[in-house]
């Protein structure tokens, strides 16, 4: 029995030092992995990591910081176009992505600043060391003492070793600081400054293009609203005519084929209706993904007013819209703080032609003590400082500088182009939407006196149809241009909200912050 004991406990240690192997195997196996990229062109795979990687996005939850954006949706509220606004530029990620840009870039001016200011360090050592010497053992030779002054020969006959302890304890203050670069600081600071500019103004856009994208989607999903409403209204107007040509056909007024086509154009018509509520659902989503809501989201939108209320005219003519434009977009401040940015490099670059001049001073106490052959301790501590101006002249650096200063020439006539053709695309931009909007607005009357005239030719003809007085064609004629005529009154209203919006924005008034007062100086 306590052999089979002794045997069973061995069995049970062999097994425990397998598993403890295999897993230390496998960890050094994760450890000494190789980075290796995919072993072929010609399908994909799936690298060693992808595992840990799909699990942490399986298990991945809000941090804290992002769940103080998640707005809170009332299922039972219905929401207008502002509110949907308010809600996208408190929760749309992309706002956060421009805002912490923006930050970025300010710390990047103090980071720039920070070369003003002398860089000093502290430090400090200790430690112990022990060393030995060879030390000679030396013999002179019996003679009479010099007369001359000269020391007798000696022999080295032996030797030994000579150990030495040493304590150390070191502190120092060492301070640099750069007096003079002749602009060097001032233009990389500048240019610093351009950058955040560029940042600022991006966050600008990145709100109105969020407006934008919120307001466009919103007039889009009354659309495929109006579509919805459009098909079923062709729907019911299909099935009136439905029943019209089975009365007819049932006393004996109507052929087989023509009511055939009555059923075929109802079935025809249901379908339209159910693709237009497919076209909804997606506007629903593209909605909701403008604002920076999950898809899942329940979420009440208003509909389109039956009619527009905008004004038929503008304030300003399409030449004071480009004006405007030209002087607030805020992509065109971009690349104009972009081309500023680049003239400070040309400066930066300058400067390293000429001399730069330093101060550099350091002070520090050293205590030092040391035992020689197990000895008592001996030395003492004391300060040592200095104080150096110094003076770099640059001679010769192998044309560097040289092809730097053309590198910045270069970078700053592509952002004077780039700003060109910005400003050319912008006028571009205003006039195309000052067009559409202008032209939506001379639509809006014609599309309702059509409305009103296909609405009646539908209904006389119908009622004429019904008498036996019009053929089915007619009808079905009378019934497709009722239905292109809502169509095209409801297209209408939609491209006079989307236009006005597309004009705002070409502009830059679209969600334009309140220009701060600006403070006169004291006299």
């Known amino acids: 029995m306590w052999m089979k004991r002794c045997r069973g406990l061995r069995g049970l240690v062999v097994k425990i030092s397998l598993i403890g192997a295999t897993q230390l195997f496998a960890t050094i196996g994760i450890a000494l992995a190789r980075d290796d990229p995919p072993p072929s062109s010609v399908r994909p795979w799936a690298p060693p990591a992808l595992p840990r990687y799909e699990g942490e996005l399986r298990q991945y939850q809000p941090t804290d910081a992002e769940r103080r954006y998640l707005p809170a949706i009332d299922p039972r509220k219905t929401y207008n176009l502002a509110e949907l606004i308010d809600i996208a530029e408190r929760s749309n990620p992309e706002t956060r992505v ?3 840009r923006a ?27 022990r060393a030995f010497i060879p030390f000679p053992t030396l013999r002179a030779p019996p003679q009479p003492p010099p007369t001359n002054g000269n020391l007798p020969n000696v022999e080295i006959v032996g030797g030994g070793n000579l150990v030495t302890e040493s304590l150390l304890a070191r502190g120092e203050l060492t301070a640099k600081w750069l007096l003079l670069d002749f602009g060097g600081r001032k233009a990389t600071r500048e240019a610093a400054r ?34 919805v409403m459009v098909t079923q209204s062709a729907l019911d107007a299909a099935k009136t005519v439905e029943q019209a040509a089975q009365a007819r056909f049932s006393n004996g007024l109507a052929t087989k084929p023509e009511l055939l086509q009555a059923q075929q154009q109802s079935a025809q018509s249901n379908f339209d209706l159910q693709a237009s509520l497919g076209a909804e659902s997606d506007a629903r989503v593209a909605l909701i993904e403008s604002i920076g809501l999950l898809p899942m989201v329940t979420l009440k939108v208003a509909d389109l007013p039956a009619k527009s209320n905008v004004d038929a005219g503008t304030g300003d003519s399409v030449g004071e819209l480009i004006t405007k434009a030209l002087s607030q977009r805020p992509d ?25 001049v330093m101060l550099d001073a350091h002070v520090s106490e050293t205590e030092l003590q040391v035992s020689v052959k ?7 501590a004391d300060y040592t400082l200095g104080a150096f101006l110094t003076m770099e002249v ?43 909007y202008k032209t939506a607005l001379k639509k809006q009357d014609a599309a309702e006196k059509l409305l009103t005239a296909s609405k009646s030719a539908f209904d006389a003809v119908l009622e004429s149809y019904k008498r036996g007085l019009s053929t089915y064609p ?14 095209t009154s409801h297209d209408t209203q939609a491209a006079i909200y989307t236009s006005q919006a597309a004009l705002a924005l070409s502009v830059g008034d679209l969600a334009r912050p309140a220009a701060r007062p600006v403070r006169q100086p004291r006299r």
Request: no cysteine.
């Open 98 to 100: 421009a805002w912490e």
């Open 103 to 129: 930050r970025h870039a300010a710390a990047a001016v103090g980071l720039a600043a920070s070369a003003y200011y002398p860089y000093v360090v502290a430090a400090a050592a200790g430690g112990y060391d």
């Open 194 to 227: 351009e950058k955040l500019m560029m940042a600022n103004v991006g966050f600008n856009g990145t709100h109105q293009k969020v407006v934008f994208d919120v307001t466009d989607r919103f007039y889009q999903l009354g659309t495929a609203r109006q579509k």
């Open 332 to 356: 065109l401040v971009a690349k104009l703080a972009n081309v500023r940015s680049k003239e400070q490099e040309i400066r930066k670059v300058r400067s390293e032609y000429y001399p730069k």
């Open 374 to 380: 197990n000895s008592d301790y001996f030395g003492g």
């Open 394 to 436: 640059p001679i010769f650096d192998g044309f560097a500088r040289r092809h730097k200063l053309d590198m910045a020439e270069a970078d700053l006539h592509q952002a004077e182009n780039e700003l060109a053709g910005a400003r050319d695309s912008a006028a571009r931009e205003v006039w195309k939407a000052y067009t559409d």
């Open 474 to 487: 007619e009808v079905v004629s009378a019934e497709r241009n009722l239905t292109s005529a809502l169509a």
